[in-house]
């Protein structure tokens, strides 16, 4: 699949709600293949950010796979750093590097580690999976711009898990002390984290009015519809003076039913026979099905 977010420094302004809604299936697809070979990894949180992921690359992100390290280039910090099995099938199917090499994630050697490697990888902006630390990162991203007198803009992908965390805080009224409006936020609220529901270990709401006490401009959204996160990116690329973060509300393990609110999929990676069920779900072809299958011990 090719990047179609065109040549550097334009966007396509009509999106293929089609295609998009193809591509998507097709990262879901890929999540399921390299766990289930893997045999270890995070389904729930990978298609959790799935929607979101493919819609910023293959539409919203000004990047150029050709030239990974682009100065005017859009960042994206994926702080979600164990949720990457998402971020490496959209980094693949834009150009980034070979699709065959998802096959290998997690295996000896390969630079598709089990959290994004900065050093090893073409399209990864920081290395992440220690929670909290992305959106300290994507506001020096975004203050860096404005001192380079530079329009890219800089995106941070968190968990809600990761709000816990103090550093998050810390980051939230820097950003707004500094008024990085050029700095968006996007909350994959799937509200689960490793040990349970999100409510149970530390409720965080009310979320909303937490970033809003923090200085930030809100927006609330379905994290699975495609025309709701595309009306919140282009409310969020208008911010003037505040950054904005939009709370995505989203399903953990999204698009397999047996893994849907499921929090056993926080951390286990799928079976050989949850893989089949899985693809077979997700629409794969049987010779598909039995060639990956056929990988797995």
């Not at 990457?84 to 150009?95: D, F, I, W």
């Not at 007198?149 to 995106?155: A, E, G, I, Q």
């Amino acid at each position: 699949m090719q990047n179609t977010s065109g040549a550097p420094g334009t966007l396509e302004k009509k999106i293929n709600w089609e295609i998009l809604a193809q591509n998507a299936l097709e990262t879901r697809r890929d999540i399921i293949k390299m766990l289930g070979i893997a045999a270890s990894g995070h389904p729930g949180s990978s298609l959790s950010c799935t929607d979101i992921l493919v819609l910023l690359y293959f539409h919203y992100l000004k990047h150029d796979a050709k030239n990974p390290k682009w100065a005017d280039r859009d960042r994206l910090i994926f702080s979600k750093g164990h949720g990457c099995p998402a971020l490496y099938s959209v980094l693949a199917r834009t150009g980034y590097f070979d699709p065959k090499l998802l096959l290998t994630l997690r295996q000896l050697g390969s630079p598709l580690q089990g959290h994004p490697d900065v050093r090893r990888l073409p399209g990864i902006e920081a290395s992440t999976g220690s929670l909290g630390q992305g959106l300290s990162f994507a506001a020096g991203c975004a203050l860096a711009a404005r001192f380079d007198k530079k329009s890219f803009k800089t995106y941070a992908i968190i968990s809600d898990g990761e709000m816990n965390e103090g550093q998050i805080w810390e980051a939230a009224a820097f950003s707004s002390f500094h008024k990085l409006s050029n700095l968006i936020t996007i909350l994959d609220y799937n509200k689960f984290q490793l040990s349970g529901a999100t409510k149970d270990i530390l409720d965080m709401e009310p979320v909303a009015d937490k970033w809003r006490a923090f200085g930030w401009e809100v927006q609330e959204l379905d994290g699975h519809d495609h025309h709701k996160i595309s009306s919140a990116i282009e409310w969020a690329l208008k911010a003037e003076s505040k950054p904005r973060i939009l709370i995505a509300h989203t399903v953990k393990g999204k698009g397999v039913s047996f893994m849907e609110n499921n929090n056993h999929f926080h951390g286990v990676a799928n079976t050989k026979e949850e893989t089949v069920r899985a693809l077979k779900e997700l629409g794969e072809n049987d010779a598909e099905i039995s060639r990956i299958t056929g990988m797995i011990s």
